[in-house]
């Protein structure tokens, strides 16, 4: 059986491009909905959200494009 991907879901400040991690270890499918959730609930005027391999960003990391 192959391993599943995990995900985090990272939001990003836009004016600090700090990493703040919102949630670990998600399927792609959890993480697009919980990325998609953070959008509607708290808009994009500060930070964005986005998903990415886990373990990729810690709590705190700057940003990397």
């Given at each position: 059986?192959?391993?599943?991907?995990?995900?985090?879901?990272v939001a990003v400040?836009?004016?600090t491009e700090k990493v703040r991690l919102i949630a670990e270890d998600k399927t792609e499918r959890n993480a697009?909905?919980?990325v998609n959730m953070?959008?509607?609930?708290?808009?994009v005027e500060e930070e964005f959200?986005?998903?990415?391999?886990?373990?990729?960003y810690k709590e705190g990391d700057k940003w990397k494009s």
């Open positions: 059986m192959k391993k599943q991907q995990l995900y985090d879901v400040s836009l004016t697009e909905a919980i953070a959008v509607m609930r708290r808009g959200f986005t998903e990415v391999r886990a373990g990729t």
